[in-house]
């Protein structure tokens, strides 16, 4: 027999039950210690909020950007070279 080919196991053999247990909260902590709270529905609310607001201000700050860093001396040569007007003119 190859030591590729293994043996095929029936589905009911190959499961394995592991119990579930619940354990018991820490000495002095109640029932619900440990679950989720309003208070991280504030926190992920808030940083969903900030997310939105800084998304925002860097879209403008874009939109203000040159189209060209260029310094205006540069932008002469590349006119005398042939290249495209540094407007961006076409006509």
Do not use: H
């Amino acid at each position: 027999m190859s030591p590729l080919l293994v043996e095929a196991v029936p589905a009911a053999a190959a499961q394995i039950a592991v119990p579930v247990q619940n354990p018991a909260p820490p000495p002095g902590k109640g029932e619900e210690f440990g679950k989720a709270s309003p208070v991280a529905l504030v926190v992920i609310l808030s940083l969903a909020l900030v997310t939105i607001l800084l998304i925002r201000g860097m879209s403008k700050r874009i939109r203000r950007l040159p189209a060209s860093f260029d310094t205006p001396q540069e932008k002469g040569e590349k006119e005398k070279a042939g290249g495209e007007p540094a407007n961006g003119d076409t006509a």
